[in-house]
């Protein structure tokens, strides 16, 4: 069966045999369909502004074998016949690539903020009310996120009496007691040990907690707590597994900045 789209996400990088994963991917795509891949950039090396936790992300020792910057990914795709290629950079340090035998490709500009709210919040609602947990736990995870930095506050607490329901049924009652929680990873120096006792996401989402206490609730004392165990267990994640937690090494520092307001 073949298809008009063909979606491979942050896969090509970890691949050895490129040009074999390329024919396989368009063995499934229709004569005039859309191949669209996401991958690192690997120009983002050459960069003098880079983020140390960024970095990691892109070079990702160990699992990424192969990085392409848009010069290389183009010449591999038109290597294969796809002559109308379109690459754009949604970040800095990643590569969104369209590419087609024989469509022209015309890309609309929907803009951050209305791919945020038209596009991707009803995206990670829909993922919120799943049957698996992994899916329910990651949708709502990112939902509340991305409600906090919209600045939605009462939809976000929505979202958080919600979620915290299912994480007292998974983790247990702890897992919303930073101090408690703290305590029983804090001596933890294995990365599947801590995903049984807590989700990984919980330094993040104790970061994000403290934001809603302090700007939403205005509980100084508990967003104080939030974002001093925030810090300390993206401390301890980055410790574990740096490559893994680059999200916390980003947040690590403003934690601690909140932490002392």
Avoid: C
């Amino acid at each position: 069966k073949k298809f008009d789209v063909v979606y491979s996400s942050e896969v090509i990088e970890h691949i050895i045999d490129v040009h074999n994963f390329i024919n396989l991917l368009s063995q499934f795509l229709e004569e005039d369909g859309v191949l669209i891949l996401t991958t690192p950039d690997a120009d983002y090396l050459l960069s003098h502004n880079y983020r140390y936790s960024t970095l990691l992300e892109v070079l990702f020792l160990g699992f990424h074998i192969n990085l392409f910057s848009p010069n290389s990914i183009r010449r591999l795709l038109e290597r294969f016949g796809f002559s109308h290629v379109v690459i754009e950079k949604p970040i800095d340090h990643r590569l969104l690539i369209y590419a087609s035998r024989k469509r022209k490709i015309e890309i609309k500009e929907l803009g951050e903020e209305m791919f945020r709210r038209n596009v991707y919040l009803p995206y990670l609602e829909n993922l919120s009310k799943r049957n698996h947990h992994l899916l329910v736990e990651g949708g709502s995870w990112r939902l509340f996120k991305e409600l906090i930095n919209l600045g939605n506050y009462n939809q976000a607490e929505v979202v958080y009496k919600k979620f915290s329901n299912h994480l007292i049924k998974r983790y247990g009652e702890t897992v919303l007691k930073p101090e408690e929680l703290y305590e029983k990873l804090k001596n933890i120096e294995d990365l599947e040990e801590f995903g049984r006792v807590s989700p990984y996401f919980i330094g993040g989402f104790y970061y994000y907690l403290g934001m809603l206490y302090l700007n939403h609730f205005a509980d100084y004392q508990k967003a104080s707590a939030f974002f001093k165990y925030s810090f300390e267990i993206m401390l301890k994640q980055v410790k574990i597994a740096p490559a893994y937690f680059e999200e916390a090494a980003d947040l690590m520092w403003p934690a601690k900045f909140h932490e002392g307001l």
